[in-house]
């Protein structure tokens, strides 16, 4: 069974970005999808973005446009590039193999001036 490990988060200005990393801690090839979520303080877990094992995309509304899901099979690495930040990005992102139900401990993203 492949374990996750999230990293990358930090505290950013708005409209800034940051690279998200997902290390997996055997192959991912076998993992047709991946999903990024997030959950703020008070709200419902949020789901913010999937890519197949082909590297289609599909993204929840609130982040089209400023978030892109990439993976890298040679690397066992899922990455959500984060863009365009606004205060109310600010959650832990967690990454999700859902074929397993697998789920990394989350990194913390934090938009302030």
């Known amino acids: 069974q492949v374990q996750l490990v999230e990293s990358g988060g930090g505290l950013v200005q708005p409209g800034g970005s940051l690279r998200l990393s997902c290390a997996a801690s055997?192959?991912?090839?076998?993992?047709?999808?991946m999903n990024w979520y997030r959950q703020a303080p008070g709200k419902q877990r949020e789901w913010v973005a999937t890519?197949?094992?082909?590297?289609?995309?599909n993204y929840a509304d609130p982040v089209k446009g400023r978030f892109a899901i990439s993976r890298d099979n040679a690397t066992n690495t899922v990455y959500l590039q984060v863009s365009s930040l606004k205060p109310e990005d600010s959650a832990i992102y967690y990454c999700?193999?859902?074929?397993?139900?697998?789920w990394g401990q989350g990194t913390q993203v934090t938009v302030s001036s």
């Open positions: 999700n193999a859902p074929e397993y139900d697998i």
């Open positions: 055997g192959s991912i090839d076998s993992l047709h999808y």
């Open positions: 890519i197949t094992s082909d590297a289609a995309t």
